[in-house]
């Protein structure tokens, strides 16, 4: 049985319900916005995490405002993609959680995001907490209590 199963809802954390960040879609900030539509695009992601050189989180970036940064008066100016960095972009005043954060702090974060990144304590990136995976546990607990 996972640590999931045997927890109740209030007792999980960050730490039992995050994606690794091995097996997270991400982008560097110094990162041509070329390059990010390009992951977007190909992981079918709408937002993902931005990272600098040592690991550590900076934002998130999402395709409409990639697109809107090369949007001319008559046409997307295609050419300007490689031009503009990730950082010029990217939403930056996103929340963060730790893997001890408790289930609560957790649902009502994911209220207003799809997704809330996970760092340890110096802001190296640990993972992410989607929208999902708290709902999965909401549902089983619906069904698992009375
Ligand atoms: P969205 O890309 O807007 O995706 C919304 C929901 O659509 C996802 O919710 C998931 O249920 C489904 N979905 C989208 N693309 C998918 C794919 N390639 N494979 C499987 N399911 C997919 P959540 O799972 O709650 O994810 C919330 C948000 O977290 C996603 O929003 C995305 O921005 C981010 N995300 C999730 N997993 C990720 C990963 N492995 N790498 C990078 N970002 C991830």
Redesign the pocket.
Known sequence: MSSVLRKTLTDLTVGDLM?PAE????VQEGNPIEHALLVLVE???????VLDLEYKFKG?I?KTPILKSVMGMERFEMERLAEIKVEAVMQKDQPTLTEDTDFLTCLKV?INH??ACVTDEQGYFLG?L??????KEVNKSMYTTK
């Not at 097996?23 to 991400?26: E, F, G, I, L, N």
């Not at 992981?43 to 995490?49: D, R």
């Open positions: 994606i097996k997270v879609a991400h992981s079918g992601y709408s937002s993902v995490p998130t999402a994911v799809a997704f992410i989607t929208r999902r995976a708290i709902l």
